[in-house]
């Protein structure tokens, strides 16, 4: 079974700062997620990524397949980017193995 | 833009009720799950539909059921409710099957917790 790791657990920050917030994984993945969920509770997606690097806006993902590791940076983080961060992972089926999250705080 | 609807949003149940968690989305997905989430723990999966028709066990399936009555809705099922199933479930779809690359982008509902006494 896959096992996720995310780091750090919780992480606070002031308004400006770039955040990286990091995934690995121990078994070779076909997709892997990274996920939002706000602090009212409700979950959105970011991204689904299998190889390189995406971006929206001031969210960048990327991937290393062969090092089993992705990172999740935000540039010039905003109160609003307040919220637990999830990684998720998926090996072609159904059954993705999800991270326990990273818990950001930005500042005002 | 409705995405994925699941209702109830709470509901407090005492222990051997049953209940019914109902879940709708409406952007023709293939797959559809049910996930619970706890404290200090990451989303599991407790039942999934790859399609119409189709229904599998998850990680945590046991007491609970599941229907996947359309392509549309996918039901939960508490037959016999137990205080480990207080926690909070999520609803969610995919185009395909979430582990696949490119189009198993997740859609969650808001959520329901559920606090069996």
């Known amino acids: 079974k896959n096992e996720v790791e995310q780091s750090p657990q919780n992480l606070t920050a002031q308004e400006g700062e770039f955040i990286t917030i990091n995934c690995s994984y121990s078994?070779?993945?076909?997709?892997l997620h990274w996920l939002q969920q706000h602090p009212g509770g409700g979950i959105v997606s970011l991204f689904m990524?299998?190889?390189g690097k995406k971006k929206h806006g001031r969210l960048i993902a990327t991937i290393n397949i062969q090092e089993k590791h992705s990172s999740l940076h935000i540039t010039a983080s905003h109160p609003r980017d307040s919220a637990v961060y999830i990684c998720?992972?998926?090996?072609?089926?159904?059954?993705?193995?999800f991270g326990k999250g990273t818990k950001l705080t930005v500042n005002p | 833009n409705a995405g994925v609807t699941q209702t109830p949003k709470f509901q407090v149940l005492k222990t051997g009720q049953s209940m019914t968690l109902q879940c709708a989305q409406d952007?023709?997905?293939?797959?559809m799950y049910w996930y619970r989430q706890d404290p200090g723990m990451g989303l599991r999966l407790i039942y999934y539909?790859?399609?119409?028709?189709?229904?599998d066990k998850g990680e945590v399936p046991n007491g609970y059921n599941v229907s996947r009555l359309n392509k549309r809705e996918f039901s939960l099922r508490l037959e016999s409710a137990a205080p480990s199933q207080t926690s909070v479930y999520f609803c969610?779809?995919?185009?395909?099957?979430?582990?696949?690359?490119?189009?198993?982008?997740?859609?969650f509902g808001e959520g329901s917790r559920l606090t069996v006494l």
């Open positions: 990524l299998s190889s």
């Open positions: 998720a992972v998926g090996g072609g089926s159904e059954k993705l193995v």
């Open positions: 969610a779809s995919s185009e395909t099957l979430a582990g696949a690359a490119n189009t198993g982008e997740l859609f």
């Open positions: 078994v070779g993945i076909s997709a």
């Open positions: 952007m023709n997905h293939n797959s």
């Open positions: 539909s790859a399609s119409e028709g189709t229904t």
